[in-house]
């Protein structure tokens, strides 16, 4: 059974930083792109980042770009989001998303950017 678990989520200021995690119970975890989205209140859920299996490739919206950063660590089996320069609209529930069919979610995690 694969398991997702976010961490990471909190309360952070404009401009600061927060670093989420998401650790996967997938032995395979390498074979397969690791994705990050959110969901800002009021708005649909969008895809924030994704990593290849390797980490050789990755992707970022627009609106981030810049500021975060995706990465993973195939030996704890765990992808990474940095978020940098953080802006109130980056307030939202973070998801992890594990590219194995039929597609895994992690539980969320808030963030949340205020002054």
């Known amino acids: 059974q694969v398991q997702l678990v976010e961490s990471g989520g909190g309360l952070a200021h404009p401009g600061g930083s927060l670093r989420l995690s998401c650790a996967a119970s997938e032995f395979t975890f390498s074979m397969y792109y690791m994705r990050w989205y959110r969901q800002c209140p009021g708005k649909e859920r969008e895809l924030v980042a994704s990593i290849s299996g390797t980490g050789g490739v990755t992707n970022y919206v627009d609106s981030v770009k810049g500021r975060f950063t995706i990465s993973r660590d195939n030996t704890k089996n765990t992808v990474y989001l940095q978020m940098n320069s953080l802006k109130p609209e980056d307030t939202a529930v973070y998801y992890c998303?594990?590219?194995?069919?039929?597609?895994?979610w992690g539980q969320g995690t808030q963030v949340t950017v205020s002054s």
């Open positions: 998303y594990l590219n194995r069919a039929p597609g895994y």
